[in-house]
């Protein structure tokens, strides 16, 4: 059967930092004064990250009152460097221009690089008079500023129908809806009906879309369940900082079906639709 859409991840997958966020996070705080290690920080982003997800879900959007990106994160940075061992003497006064330039930076190219096969991949879909791939990703808005930072979305991509439509970035905070539970994909699946509806195109059957991205669980096994087809992407270079989770290569998750970059991705659709 033929694939008729392709829904890329987007951490990891289309981009990822340009460093390790740790390195960055690190980097920034000593800009401003602050006496701080790289271990330290790396440990305390893990814990601050894990406290403010559980305190605040959905990156705060059901919290009282509701928070923005720009507060959830600032809340995390700010934790991130308490627990590193920075005091409140010395965080206090440099804490919001840190945070609001730390949030910042990971809103665009200074944070975050585009994989070098990103652009020739949506090329290739184009070649292949297919829809610019969608994006599904486990996390909060601002991965849309990110996309149009780094010249993927549409209308800022060269052809124009190369680039990713806004409408079709698709998040957890969004769906309200884990990227590892069936209902997420469900859900995806019922907005890519619609767009195609109003394309005066043939209902989409869920074996028609095939999911790329990088984690095991979510971007591999969950789209399986819902009847999709999906395949793993496993990048040759990446470091650890590159990649959402590392955590099925600890317990030895089978990888099938794995391809090393979106290049192989458009060969195996192309391999697909011919035949």
Not at 5 to 14: E, H, K, Q, Y
Not at 143 to 166: C, K
Not at 245 to 274: F, I, K, M, P, W
Request: with cysteine.
């Amino acid at each position: 059967m033929v694939i008729r859409r392709v829904l890329l991840d987007a951490f990891g997958t289309v981009f990822s930092p340009r460093e390790p966020v740790f390195h960055q996070y690190t980097t920034v705080a000593r800009s401003f004064g602050l006496v701080v290690e790289e271990g330290r920080v790396k440990e305390g982003f893990k814990q601050a990250f894990k406290e403010w997800a559980k305190a605040h879900p959905l990156y705060g959007k059901r919290s009282t009152p509701p928070l923005d990106a720009l507060q959830w994160w600032s809340g995390v940075i700010a934790d991130t460097f308490k627990r590193a061992g920075v005091s409140e003497a010395e965080l206090n006064p440099v804490s919001e221009r840190l945070c609001d330039t730390l949030v910042r930076r990971f809103w665009g190219q200074d944070g975050y690089a585009l994989h070098d096969d990103v652009q020739p991949f949506l090329h290739s879909l184009v070649m292949m008079h297919l829809p610019p791939p969608a994006i599904v990703s486990n996390t909060d808005p601002s991965v849309s500023r990110i996309l149009r930072a780094l010249g993927t979305l549409e209308g800022h991509t060269d052809p124009p129908e190369a680039g990713i439509r806004q409408d079709e970035v698709w998040t957890t905070w969004e769906l309200e809806k884990e990227k590892s539970g069936e209902a997420f994909w469900s859900a995806v699946l019922e907005r890519l009906r619609t767009t195609a509806q109003a394309r005066g195109e043939e209902e989409l059957r869920a074996e028609e879309v095939l999911v790329v991205g990088d984690e095991a669980v979510s971007d591999y096994e969950a789209p399986r369940r819902a009847g999709m087809r999906s395949l793993l992407l496993r990048r040759n270079f990446a470091g650890e900082h590159a990649r959402a989770s590392y955590s099925d290569d600890e317990t030895g998750v089978a990888q099938v079906d794995t391809v090393a970059s979106l290049a192989e991705v458009a060969d195996h659709v192309q391999r697909e639709n011919s035949l």
